[in-house]
């Protein structure tokens, strides 16, 4: 895994020595979604014909928009993008159903078709499972590693301390919000939170708030939440750090940058 990180790092890397400048957002969500996809369901841009990223970027783009499905908004944009992408999933799912030898490299996919063969889950949730799989992967760590070379540049003393990663990621706030809901009644600071609250938190108010700030931004600190904690903490969150460690050693260590506004 770790040498297919680095090697579609560097491929990636190469072939933006062509251009002028990149969208690095744009270049970076590339970068990664080819790893995961190949990973999670041996998907190749080189040799599909349709690029999936593309659908998923329209449906991030309108993923905070007004609810108003009319063409041409973000949220139509949104809507159609999840179903492109849905109608790749389900194609690919039913080719491998189909196919009658046994693949020698087993994915996600196959995972999935042996659990559905057994009844556990339904093909709807099967595929909403790989969807949201490919989106948690990909736009995440694109959007930590565009954080973290905007700050490098803003502040390139920050690469001798290892810390530039979960730094980046204490200020970015790449996941805005994440969702609990009170088993019980509880009390936080005076407040009653009765039982069966759903609840929204918003890592930024402790990530951004200056009486934090001088402790040191670590894993599992209460004041560094990038990942989520408890039960649900990111199941992605060590190879997130390991794609952007590998991607950001492979720039510093060979290429020169500047960023553009
Ligand atoms: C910089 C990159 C990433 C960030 C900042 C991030 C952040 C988060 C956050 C905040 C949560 C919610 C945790 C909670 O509710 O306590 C979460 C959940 C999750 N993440 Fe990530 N994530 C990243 C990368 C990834 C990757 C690479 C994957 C998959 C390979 C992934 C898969 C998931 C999944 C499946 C969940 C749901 C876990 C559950 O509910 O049990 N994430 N992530």
Known sequence: MIHEVQRTAQASLLSWLDHPSIELKDAVSNMIFSVTAKKLIS????????????????????????????????????????RSVMKMLKELLDERTKATHRRENIDFIDVLIEELEKDTMSENAALDLVFLLLFASF????????????????????????????????LANIAPVMFRKATEDVRIKGYAIPKGSKIMICPSTVHLNPVNTDEPAGGASKDFMAFGGGLRLCVGADFAKLQMAIFLHCVVTKYRYQLQH
Request: glycine letters at 4%.
């Open 139 to 170: 736009e995440t760590t694109s959007s930590a590693i565009t954080a973290v070379l905007r700050f490098l540049t803003d502040n390139p003393k920050a690469l001798q301390e290892l810390t530039v990663i979960h730094e980046a990621l204490r």
């Open 43 to 82: 998907y190749d841009s080189s040799t599909s014909n349709e690029e999936m990223w593309k659908h998923y970027d329209a449906f991030i783009r309108g993923l905070v928009a007004f609810p108003l499905y009319i063409p041409g908004t973000a949220f139509y944009k949104c809507m159609q993008g999840r």
